[in-house]
């Protein structure tokens, strides 16, 4: 079936669609859908089959989820992104109460103290741990924080060229790339030079058009980047430093803050949440306050009334729900409400020698790990810069080899580099949480001396 042919699937007439189609200045609905590829707009409903019962839908559908395995049934070292860290059992007890689970926008501050506050106290842990000013909670990942960002400081400075270390995460470099294709903004990358950033390239490259440099640290490959330096070759041409953190990282290493980033964003799964096939994520975004109007999403303040009692409100709104269209800073139009009360709760769970324990545990492990791998024959750690909990190792056999047969021992044995834009082969990206045992550790070892 085509597009066309889908079309009485919809209840417009022809004629609504035409005077749809005339009003926002195009001929036809395929040209709204001209950046897709042709071959997603085809639709086979012979292959989808006849309808099913509900017992028979359900049956399909255990059956698929069965071919699944999690990281409860195999030994991860999956990172990139996505990291398989302990999760208190009392965090799943408490977002899973009625009032917690049900509730979205807190519109209405008389009725919806409870979220509100926890909203207020998810952001203060937030400056506190980035070291920065103010905190927002209606980011949907790490990757649309890092571009929220981006446009921050595009609209900011007034300026239309931001520089990009290509160490971030390749998928968020691509969702900030995405952003910005409705907009007359350049974006530049920074190559890489033994895992972290060119500071010489870097600095030919950030000048008086740039309006923000977009670092991360511990970057893509777990290497530390020199942010201090980076933060003085944006501020010396007067653009904005931005920062994607880790945030269990920031247990043990200097806060962003501190280094002089003027916005600091991250994924904040590692926060109490599981990796769950890939989300729903959390994304961190902290900045100073001179920035605060201009930040994306809401923000909650406390206050007192009149009788003197502590209270909870949404203190600035600039999404465009809330205020004139043309004056808001962002489309993000939702909250991550629950993810954002899991990192909450686990934070305050955690407390600051817990986050730290968990990043030296982290730290310690991959390191042991690193070690032993480097030590096998045909294999070595690609850089040498310090890292934090993610390494890059080269094999001697592709890493797609050495990944489908360590499944077979449920292992997850990493991620393959040779996908991305970085132009390294037979290298793959390890990574070790505090969950990993030596056991579990020397039994990943022992199966890729075996591969090899």
């Not at 007359?184 to 033994?194: A, F, G, K, N």
Request: aromatic share 8%; glycine share 8%; proline share 4%.
């Amino acid at each position: 079936m085509t597009l066309e042919e889908s079309f009485h699937l919809i209840p417009n007439t022809d004629e609504e669609r035409k005077e749809m189609l005339s009003a926002i200045g195009v001929e036809n609905f395929e040209e709204l859908l001209s950046n897709v590829p042709a071959e997603f707009l085809e639709v086979d409903f012979e292959e989808i089959g006849k309808g099913l019962s509900e017992y028979e839908v359900m049956k399909l559908l255990s059956d698929l989820a069965n071919q699944n395995v999690h990281t409860g049934e195999a030994i991860s070292f999956l990172g990139g992104g996505s990291y398989d860290h302990f999760i208190p059992s009392i965090i799943g007890e408490i977002i899973s109460r009625s009032e917690y689970l049900t509730a979205y926008t807190p519109y209405q501050p008389e009725v919806a103290q409870g979220t509100l506050q926890a909203i207020f106290e998810y952001q203060s842990m937030i400056c506190a741990l980035t070291g920065m000013d103010v905190a927002n909670a209606s980011m949907y990942d790490g990757a649309s924080a890092l571009a929220e960002a981006g446009l921050l400081a595009v609209n900011q400075k007034k300026r239309n060229k931001l520089v990009i270390a290509s160490t971030v995460n390749p998928t968020h470099r691509a969702v900030v790339k995405t952003y910005l294709q409705g907009a007359d903004v350049e974006l530049v990358t920074v190559p890489q030079i033994d895992g972290v950033t060119d500071l010489k390239t870097l600095s030919d490259l950030v000048d008086s058009d740039t309006a923000g440099l977009l670092l991360q640290t511990p970057n893509f490959f777990g290497c530390i980047e020199d942010a201090d330096e980076m933060a003085k070759i944006a501020h010396d041409n007067d653009a904005l430093f931005i920062v994607s953190a880790d945030p269990i990282s920031l247990g043990i290493l200097k806060k962003p803050g501190e280094s002089g980033a003027d916005i600091v964003v991250g994924e904040g799964q590692s926060l109490g949440s599981p990796t769950q096939f890939g989300g729903p994520y959390l994304g961190i975004f902290a900045a100073k306050m001179e920035l605060v109007r201009r930040m994306p999403g809401r923000i909650a303040g406390q206050t007192w009334d009149v009788d003197g009692k502590r209270g909870f409100v949404l203190t600035l709104q600039t999404r465009e729900q809330h205020i004139r269209r043309e004056r808001a800073t962002s489309n993000i139009c939702t909250n991550q409400g629950i993810v954002m009360l899991s990192a909450a709760i686990y934070m305050a769970l955690m407390g600051k020698e817990g986050i730290s324990s968990v990043a030296e545990l982290s730290t310690r492990k991959s390191h042991y790990l690193a070690e032993k791998i480097n030590d096998l024959k045909g294999y070595e750690l690609m850089f040498s810069a310090p890292f934090f909990k993610e390494f890059v190792v080269k094999t001697p056999v592709t890493p797609s080899k050495l990944i489908k047969s360590l499944l077979d021992e449920k292992i997850f044995a990493g991620i393959d580099l040779s996908s991305y834009d970085y132009g390294l082969e037979n290298c793959m990206l390890v990574c070790v949480t505090e969950k990993r045992t030596k056991e579990e550790m020397d039994k990943f070892v022992d199966s890729l001396s075996k591969v090899s």
